[in-house]
């Protein structure tokens, strides 16, 4: 029992017609069809058509759910869904095409509601199929660019980052991560699914206190270095992607928080991490290879657009470019390493992992850690990212 009326495919044309934003967008009684397509840990999710039928006039409502839906028993603040219209609304701002178009938020029912880009499939799926959507990582580079300097101190100034960071706090969402990204993994907890053939290799990095000593700084950069209002949850399956004509957009930001900019670059490298140890343990170099070059590809797009804007900035009294480059590198080989490590050990696993067949995921494990463990020990050192694929590999480079 909720304290505000859920959805379902049978009441979404009544709420529909509901809220003035939404009849306006699709004509009254205009709705035609109702599709549940909730496969995320924590929302319910309807895509619905108008008139014509066409995915052109459609919406997509996402609805938040007071506990996460795939465990009942684990309450979550349904208010996520707030910080997540707010965050979507800024990001169009500065990051317009890169993120769905938001149509309305309704606070009492935990409701969004967003463009309809059902013509868009995930990236994640996309990647585990071997299939290449070139200029994605780029865009994402830009996305985190655009995100990381127009709601920072460089693109606001001071007193609009301090009251921008006031507005956007999410103190739940983000002690989630804390715990699952950062904690649980490197502890004894109910959480982690560690099967029996990687015992050893858990053992063995977590009882690293190189990576024991690097994984506490990564917490304590993520949990107070206020940068901006990052993404919070950039993974591949948090990327919807289209071929013709070409378009990238970041969407599910409920976990957007002010944070460090390394986070949403590392989340994407450490996904990149897991799909090419994917592709590794079908034999499929060529996928891998492709899929760890595009680390350098958000990197370097990132780097060009940050650069870009740079001379923009409010107060050029504030921060060095070079420096503060360095910084968000630093970072984001960190959270790489946290995010490809927290999906083999912990709570939330990822289908490149996953769904991989039992004889070969034990060994992609294998990879994936000593992965992590080489990007924490030699962190933003040069190269390190193109000795990953060594790594994964099974070679001890
Ligand atoms: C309980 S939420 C589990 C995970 O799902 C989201 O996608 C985030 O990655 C979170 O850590
Ligand atoms: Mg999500």
Not at 63 to 75: E, G, K, M
Not at 111 to 133: F, K, P, Q, T, Y
Not at 323 to 341: E, F, M, Q, R
Request: glycine share 10%; hydrophobic share 45%; with cysteine.
């Amino acid at each position: 029992m909720t304290a505000y009326e859920l959805l379902s495919v049978e009441t979404v044309p009544a709420y529909v017609e509901s809220r003035p934003a939404l009849r306006d967008l699709l004509g009254p009684g205009a709705v035609t069809s109702v599709r549940e397509v909730s496969d995320g840990n924590l929302n319910l999710v309807f895509v619905v058509e108008g008139a014509d039928g066409s995915s052109s006039r459609g919406l997509v409502l996402k609805q938040a759910l007071p506990y996460v839906r795939v465990d009942p028993t684990w309450p979550v603040t349904a208010e996520r869904n707030g910080y997540e219209a707010g965050a979507l609304r800024v990001h169009n701002a500065v990051a317009p095409g890169l993120v769905p178009e938001i149509y309305d938020a309704d606070p009492a029912r935990h409701v969004v509601a967003i463009e309809d880009l059902s013509d868009h499939r995930v990236w994640r799926g996309a990647l585990n199929e071997g299939l290449r959507h070139e200029g994605v990582a780029a865009d994402l580079g830009r996305y985190v660019a655009r995100v990381g300097f127009g709601t920072s101190v460089f693109g606001l100034g001071a007193r609009a980052h301090k009251a921008a960071v006031a507005a956007s706090v999410n103190p739940e969402m983000c002690e989630i991560t804390e715990d699952l990204v950062f904690t649980e993994p490197y502890v004894t907890h109910e959480h982690n699914r560690i099967r029996p053939a990687n015992e050893r290799d858990v053992a063995d990095y977590v009882g690293d206190p190189r990576v024991r000593a690097a994984i506490g700084t990564a917490k304590l950069t993520f949990m107070t270095h206020a940068e901006a209002l990052v993404h919070g949850d950039l993974h591949t399956g948090s990327v919807l992607v289209r071929d013709e004509p070409r378009s990238t957009r970041a969407f599910d930001v409920e976990f957007a928080f002010y944070g460090p900019l390394g986070f949403d670059l590392g989340a994407l490298w450490g996904n990149y991490v897991l799909a090419a140890a994917r592709a590794l343990a079908f034999g499929d170099e060529a996928h891998a290879s492709w899929v760890l070059g595009l680390a350098r590809e958000t990197w370097e797009a990132f780097e060009e657009e940050f650069t870009r804007l740079w001379p923009g900035r409010a107060d050029p009294r504030v921060g060095e470019l070079e420096p503060y480059l360095a910084k968000v590198y630093g970072d984001a080989i960190a959270v790489a390493a946290a995010k490809a490590a927290r999906r083999v050990i912990g709570y939330a696993g990822v289908s490149d992992i996953d769904t991989l067949p039992e004889d070969l995921r034990a060994g992609a494990v294998r990879g994936v850690l000593g992965a992590a463990r080489l990007l924490l020990v030699e962190g933003g050192g040069p190269g390190v990212l193109d000795r990953v694929g060594g790594v994964l590999a099974g070679k001890n480079l």
